[in-house]
Each structure stands twice: as C-alpha cells, then as structure tokens.
C-alpha cells in the first residue's frame, strides 16, 4: 500500500457543546485524490477545518509524519497544508494579483514565486485579464478559481476543497475539475475533497470515504462505491 | 487677510498632529473595529520619554529616533500582554481596558514626572524661515514631518509584503490564516506603529502645547473628529480630516474665541454622525438581510 500523507484517526470535533464528528477515521495517499460525500450537515465541512486546526478536536491527524491535531491554523499551513475554504475566502477589498501574493505569503523563492504567477494565469486566463481589479468584484466561478490559485501558490503538499463546484455553472465545474487533475498529475499535489456533486467527485478522487453524521457510513475505492448501485440511489442521489 | 493666512498655515502644522493620531486610531480600528481611547496617552507618554532622554543628554534627533522605537515596542508589548487576552470578548470589555489604560498611563505619567509643566524644544530654528511673516519654522517643520511619516505608512503598507500581509489580517482573519499569516502578531505590529505614529505626532505638538499628562486630551478629541469626518475605516480619508480639522478649528476659534475651539470638534462629531456617518471616504456598509 502506498504511504499515506494525511492519516487521521478518532477524530472528534464540536462547535460548543454540538458534537459533530463522532469519531472519524480517513486517510490520503501521497499523490492521491480522496474525496468525503455526504449529504448537508454530516460534517464534511468540519473535516477540514478541523485537519486545519479550525476547530477544536480530539484525535490524531498526522500530515507527512508529524502530528498536526491541536496546532494553530498557520502552523498548519506553513507545513504545506492549503485549504480552499467554504465560501472561498476571497480578500475581497485586494486586486486579483494581492490576493494570488498573499498565497505565496510564506515563501521566500522570488524567482519560483513570479513563475507560479504565470503557472496560474496559465490555468486560468480570466485571472489574468482581471490581475489589477478589486477580487470582490469577480463572479463566482472567478472567485472560485481565485481561491484554488490562491492556495496552489502556498506549493503544498495536500489541498483540501471544500466544495469547489458549489454554485458555479456546470461548464465552469467541468474546467475546474480538469485542472485539479493536471494539478494533481503533474504537480503531485495530494487532494482531500468534499462534494456534494458525488458524480464528478467520484470521477476525480481514486478513495471514497461516505459520511453521516459524523461517522464514515462506508469507505472505499471511488470505483466501488461509482458502481454500487444501492449505494448510488440511497445516498449519492444520482 | 494676512490674518486668515497666518490662521490657515498654522491650522495645517496642529492639523497635521491630528492627521497622524487620526491615522493612528484608523489603523487599530481597521483592524479590531474597535476606537483606541488610550492612543493619546500612549503618544504623551512617549513625548515624556523623549523629554527624559533629551534632559539625560542625548542629542534631540536621537532621542527622536530612539523614543519611536520604544514606542513601537511598547505598542507591541500593550497588544501583546494586555489587549490580546480580551481579543474576543464582548465589546464593552475591550473599551473598558482602553479606557483603563488610556487612565493609567495618565497617572503613571504624572507619577512619574508630575503634573508640573514643561517646556519641550524644538529642532528647527526660532527665527522663521525665509523671513517669512505667515508661519514659524517650527510649524513648518512639523508639517514636514507629518508629511514623511505619512508618506512611509502608505508606501509600507502599499508597496511591502509585509503590509499586504496586515492589510490581509485587518480585513479577512480568517483567509489570513489559510495563507499562513500569523495574524496574532499582525495585530500586535499595528499596535507598535500606531504608537510610534503617535510618538511623532506628541514630540512634534509638545513644543505648542508644552508637556504636561493631560496634553493629548484635546488634539484626541481633534483627531476623532478628523478620523469620522475622513471616514473611520479610510487612511486617506483621517488624514486629509485632519488638514480639515486643523484649519477649521483655526479659522473658527479665531472668529468665535479661542475658548470655544473644542467646540468646533465636537459640533464636527455631532455633525457627520447625523449626516453622513460613513464619513467623507469611509465604505457605506451594506448587509445582506
């Protein structure tokens, strides 16, 4: 079995005295794409911000061999973890092209930085064309691809997308979905990602993990649980 | 006319003070929404500093140089040890501690060096410059001042990654951390160099107003009514409200009497929160409902 880069086990996490995770254990391998499904409120969400540090948890979540539960967020980050958030995060009163320098934050490589730039005007021409507008002023699919260059100019080593498809039209979702898997194939970047388009999801990722509420109900490779037909009707709604 | 002019010029020396401690409350209000009423003890006590060090011997440009420093660090430290702990707690808590501290710092200060007043010098020449009859060295020379430190926060904050990165702290927290910001140590920064603004602000008006503990009370008030006539969350806007606030306490004071001066500040206060309470610059908020 190939070695993993994210491993987590038990994971507990609540918002005050709500329990919503109960317990929960999931992996990624190093250069794999593991997706979470579920339907609203089983606590897809929460899994990534809790393996960010977003939330208080119980439980053990090792990225790349060092214990990351119970560190703050920006350590977190700073050990290449990148998180396109819920709702996406934008610095909305900053241009396009602050928001992308921001990404690279914690990086020093001047000459790397300025080729990253390129590499995601590269992906998505339309950040390139608006680079000096204010980011608040983008559409929602510019706003999503802001996001993951966003976070791709951290160079991580896992990304974890909450819900990249939410929202956007089904075209814009055909793109994005296109570039995480070039992203993944050829940068090697490992991926955690939660959907509720199971479909497309199923598609990209190579691991499955199905949640409600709070516990993995059924876990497997993204190929079984496609083609489960009962698996399908009851909970992936296709 | 001659008069006016003379009352225009040296309203912009004293509107340049208020510029900077205007800024210096836009800074710490655009990052914790939240009006620091202790930035002008914290520029008073600073102002002592100097005072003590300028006394001990140290030569003024130094110890000019040298009190911004330690403000700075004391802005860093009073975040750090005193502010950070009740970062989330109910707003009344937070403006309680302002006002502790706004209290205590008086208190030390006239503990420390006494209520009695003190000359402060100046660094430019008595005589006026040129030989002109409108304005006197030292006004001169502090506008100039005002207009260099205004002019290294923008393009600090313009132009450096480091700026960029508290601008990203004071607007979105959260995001600020997905990126790797240490955003506890943003805040902590923007408190050290709205204190070291400040520090600037108080040398430069001391010599006017002389050194006493009380001697910010009245130019905060000024620079409240520069920061909401600007728009509080508008850098640019506290700053040219400071120019505007300065000439029109000037110009008013010297029609109506000097005594009623501070009403002009408040009149201004009272005014814009009816008006226009975004203020000249300031965003208009608008919530989703």
Known sequence: MATKVLEVRALKAQYGPTKVL??????VEDGGITTILGANGAGKTTTLRAVCGMVRTQGEITFAGTRIDGRVTESIVRLGVAHVPDGRGTFVNLSVEENLRLGAHTRRDKTE???????MYGYFPRLKERRRQQAGTLSGGEQQMLAVSRALMLRPRLLLLDEPSFGLAPRIVQELFEIFRVINQTDRVSMLLVEQNAAMALRLADHAYLLETGRVLISGSADE???DESIRRSYLGY | MDVLLHQILSGLATGGIYASVALALVMIYQATHLVNFAQGELAMFATYIAWSLIQAGVPYWAAFFLTVAIAFA?????????VQPVEDKPILAVVIVFIALLVILNSLAGWIFTYTIKPFPSPFPTAPLFGNRYVSSHELGSIGITLVVLALIFVFFRFTPLGLAMRAAAQNPVSSRLVGIRVGWMLALGWGLAAAIGAVAGIMVAPTVFLEPNMMSGILLYAFAAALLGGIDSPGGAVLGGFIVGVLENVVGSIIGTELKLTVALVLIVGVLVIRPSGLFGKVHVTRV
């Open chain 1, 225 to 227: 649980l496609g083609r």
């Open chain 1, 22 to 27: 109960h317990g929960m254990d999931f992996g």
């Open chain 2, 74 to 82: 004391l802005g860093v430290v009073i975040e750090r040890v005193i």
């Open chain 1, 113 to 119: 930085i300025a080729a990253d730039f390129e590499r």
